[in-house]
């Protein structure tokens, strides 16, 4: 199937313009199990009486100033009891951050946000008075009284505008126009295979679809922001197969599906990441249904043929392996009937010799 990415719109604004990661220096990587916090070994930055840091990922670029709009994801505990109340990065959409009008309860991470550059991932550790303070939170999400607080946070970029304005204040075409201008500057940047950087202009333009806006639309609005969200989360898709993440594919892929059970970009794409998992009677499912409905495109059909040879191919590896196994027993089977009839013969011969022995014998008496 064609992967080609639609074309780049016109430049923004500089005074709208995204920043984006571009080198990264890595000084730890966050846990394999992300239900503690990671281990991070760089040197903790004061920010605050009540907020440090330490640097996971090293960004680019420059800071965000106050009224930014940050994208990010982040995981939270509680320090003491490593109790994981919040993780942004299971609903696989990142959360808005404006700097200087941020809740109460986030002011603490918002001090970190604003020192943290695109693309930087840092833990941040929060005091309790700048988090859900003295009386904690017993609702959603649940955190207890004077409980300090650790971020594991990631800034995939912010909008820097002078005003501020965040997606709440925005008019719907408002805020279609800047997701779609974001999923162009992620087209480009898939041109130029910076794949990471694509995503992060992929999952800012999402940002600006989530749930609390979607349920709101209906007839062209809501076809108008599916057309700008769905080809979002395909492409991050196709990024996340070039990079090998293909659990995380499938899941933007079934995203997709949910809205559009019938999308054949979805499916092929769904299908190619099972394959390379080597879920093959899966993936040769949603090769088939991609191809009732796209029944022309020339990808579905080699990737089929893929699927096909590949199974070829272990079939008769199978049996090969059986031959050699049962084959090697019917030969042992053959030299052991061999050896049973050579011994026969000799009992044999030996009872002949004997009786032949004992009439001579006989006789002589």
């Not at 599906?257 to 092929?268: S, V, Y």
Request: with cysteine; hydrophobic share 35%.
């Amino acid at each position: 199937m064609d992967e080609s990415l639609e074309q780049q719109s016109e430049t923004h604004d500089q005074e709208n313009e995204i920043v984006t990661e571009g080198s990264a220096v890595v000084h730890g990587e966050p846990s394999q199990d992300d239900s503690v916090p990671p281990k991070v070994d760089s040197e903790a930055e004061v920010l605050d009486e009540k907020v440090s840091k330490q640097i996971i990922k090293e960004g680019h670029g420059s800071k965000p100033s106050k009224y930014s709009t940050c994208f990010l994801h982040y995981r939270a505990w509680t320090k003491h009891t490593q109790h994981k109340f919040e993780d942004t990065w299971k609903e696989q959409q990142p959360i808005e951050l404006v700097l200087g009008k941020e809740k109460k309860e986030l002011a603490g991470l918002a001090i970190g946000v604003s020192s943290m550059k695109s693309g930087e991932r840092a833990l941040v550790h929060v005091g309790w008075e700048l988090g859900y303070g003295k009386e904690g939170n017993f609702s959603f999400p649940n955190v207890p009284p004077m409980a300090d607080l650790l971020y594991e946070v990631e800034v995939i970029g912010f909008d820097e505008t002078k005003e501020g304005k965040a997606r709440g204040d925005m008019t719907v075409e408002e805020r279609i126009g800047a997701a779609d201008r974001r999923k162009m500057d992620g087209n480009a940047l898939f041109k130029e295979d910076k794949l990471e950087e694509a995503m992060q202009q992929y999952e800012m333009a999402i940002a600006y679809m989530g749930d609390d806006f979607m349920f709101q639309l209906y007839g062209k609005y809501q076809d108008m922001a599916l057309a700008v969200k769905n080809p979002c989360h395909l492409n991050i898709a196709a990024c996340l197969i070039k990079l090998k993440r293909y659990d995380e594919a499938i899941g933007h892929c079934n995203i997709v599906l949910t809205e559009d059970e019938k999308n054949p970009k979805a499916l092929f794409r769904r299908g190619k990441a099972k394959a390379e998992l080597g879920q093959m009677d899966s993936a040769r499912d949603d090769f088939r249904k991609a191809q009732k409905y796209a029944p022309d495109d020339v990808a579905i059909r080699r990737e089929l043929r893929a699927v096909a040879e590949q199974e070829k191919a272990v079939y008769q590896k199978q049996k090969e392996m059986y031959k050699g196994i049962f084959g090697g027993r019917e030969e042992g089977n053959a030299k052991a009937k061999s050896r049973n009839w050579l011994i026969m013969l000799w009992q044999w011969l030996v009872s002949l010799f004997c009786r032949i022995f004992r009439r001579h014998r006989v006789k002589a008496d």
